[in-house]
């Protein structure tokens, strides 16, 4: 007999936006190019009985540095959830490019679930090639590789789950060890894609983003968020603006800064 997990409560933090046109968002660019921004997010997915924070963001210093504009601070966003950073036991970073990996001291009980083959992406011969590593803060690999020092570090090997109800799945792609997360809702299967697929368009359109090491990976990686994903609308793409607007604010107060993504899309 089968048990159907306790479902997930999930939620989208936007933290920080780079404004940018849709020819940056697409390999060839886009012959109808337009305004079409880039928002950052880190997610929550909590259960009664578990919670995990997905992807870490970054913080003012690396906004400064990449010219990015910091919106709220990724601390301020999980209060606003009442999540305690400091009481937080387990972190899945879908990879680790400085967007997603920074805010080293903020989780300091937490676990840190990585794939194999992105802590080996990302300290190996790949990081000579200026292109592959322009993504990637040294100071946060560094970090990475003390968490593993300090035995902080649950690393994966492709598909696991990590809970009753939440698993996480290798697609590689956009950088060689990108996983995605699977959440069990009361809508049915939710897969946060992160950068598996930046916006809807990417992977809706089969038109992928220029940042990549295995094109051919990166598009099936598309198929996967689909198969993955109980429907279309519970395939989250990791960047796009349209998801705060695709689904209703965690409280009429957050309107535009947190999205609550198991519950009924609101367009």
């Known amino acids: 007999m089968s048990h159907t997990p306790a479902p997930y409560e999930v939620y989208a ?26 928002d950052y997010f880190v997610w929550v997915a909590r259960s009664e009985h578990r919670a995990f924070v997905i992807d870490t963001g970054f913080d003012a210093a690396a906004a400064a540095h ?22 937080v036991e387990d972190v899945i970073v879908t990879h680790m490019h400085y967007d997603h990996a920074g805010n080293h001291d903020l989780f300091p009980r937490a676990r840190y679930h990585l794939q194999d083959a992105e802590m080996a992406y990302c300290t190996g011969r790949h990081m000579g090639h200026a292109p592959l590593r322009h993504a990637y803060a040294v100071e946060d690999v560094a970090e990475m590789v003390r968490k593993v020092f300090d035995q902080r570090v649950a690393f994966h090997a492709g598909d696991e789950e990590l809970a009753p109800g939440l698993s996480v799945h290798h697609v590689g792609g956009h950088t060689l060890g990108l996983q995605v997360v699977r959440v069990w809702t009361r809508r049915g ?11 809807y368009a990417n992977m809706n359109e089969t038109r992928p983003f220029p940042i990549v090491h295995d094109l051919g990976a990166m598009l099936e990686g598309y198929r996967t968020i689909k198969a993955l994903a109980s429907a279309d609308d519970l395939a989250i793409p990791g960047h796009d603006p349209l998801v705060l607007q695709r689904f209703p604010a965690a409280t009429p107060a957050l309107a535009g800064h947190i999205a609550r993504l198991d519950a009924d899309p609101v367009a």
Do not use: C, K
């Open 66 to 87: 990449r010219g990015r504009a910091l919106i709220t601070p990724v601390r301020q966003g999980l209060a606003a959830l009442g999540v305690e950073p400091a009481a």
């Open 13 to 38: 933090i936007r933290y920080a936006r780079h404004e940018r046109t849709a020819a940056a968002n697409f390999i060839g660019g886009d012959e109808h190019d337009g305004p079409m921004p880039l």
């Open 189 to 199: 299967w939710l897969v946060l894609a992160s950068d598996a697929s930046h916006f």
